[in-house]
């Protein structure tokens, strides 16, 4: 009953996450909503900050926008960009190596999801913050605590989505093909992998925005 328990809350967490509240975020009109948004944000800023005049609390607006145009010239700045890029794509790419198979592997079976969702459940409540004395006795000090903690916040997007993806194929894809004579891995490479595609695409994304967040 308890197992039963822990799968019922791994999939309605797929189906109430990121994923689905992402999707509702755009619509028709979203570049030119965010634009508008971007504009009356900027108009704000600028007048309040002024209002208050003290830029040591509340810089002005053209000031922020001058040294970010200069840091785009500065080899100081672009060459630590570069390296934050490169830890957040090389944790990216480890959370999709691990968490893709998972993913699927739940996904198509529910005697998998049943066995992996109390771990995964577990794991993923645990803080980002609070593998980092273990991320540094493990790992040392220098890109590899970095990469680690990257990959470890995006992994679990990653499986859910994935999940998610996979759970959302019509059951008549499968009845489909396998009245044509399919086996199970033609059933994966055929119907699985191309139809969960949009909820791996939308994990993968989220996780690079987790990456973002997680770079110390």
């Known amino acids: ?5 822990q799968v019922n809350r791994m999939i309605t967490a797929t189906r109430n996450s990121d994923r689905r509240r992402w999707r509702g975020f755009g619509g028709k009109n979203y570049n030119v909503g965010a634009f508008i948004a971007l504009i009356i944000i900027c108009t704000i800023w600028y ?7 003290k830029p040591f609390l509340f810089p002005y607006l053209e000031d922020v926008a001058y040294e970010v145009g200069y840091s785009f010239t500065d080899l100081y700045v672009l060459t630590n960009l570069g390296i934050t890029m490169r830890r ?9 190596i691990i968490g893709f198979p998972l993913g699927m592997m739940m996904g198509y079976s529910p005697g998998i999801l049943q066995a992996m969702s109390p771990f995964i459940n577990s794991l993923r409540q645990v803080p980002i913050m609070a593998w980092v004395p273990l991320a540094i006795v ?5 890109d590899g605590p970095t990469v680690f903690l990257i990959a470890f916040s995006g992994i679990f997007t990653i499986i859910l989505n994935t ?9 008549d894809f499968y009845n489909a093909a396998r009245s044509m004579g399919a086996n199970t891995l033609n059933i994966i490479k055929d119907v699985v992998l191309p139809g969960s595609l949009p909820g ?3 994990g993968v ?4 925005g987790l990456g973002w967040m997680s770079v110390i």
């Open 1 to 5: 009953m308890e197992e039963n328990k």
């Open 47 to 53: 007048i309040t900050a002024h209002i208050v005049d």
């Open 88 to 96: 957040v794509l090389t944790g990216s790419l480890y959370a999709f």
């Open 138 to 142: 493990w790992f040392g000090i220098g």
């Open 163 to 171: 999940i998610a993806g996979v759970q959302d194929i019509s059951k």
């Open 200 to 202: 791996v695409l939308t």
């Open 205 to 208: 994304r989220l996780a690079i």
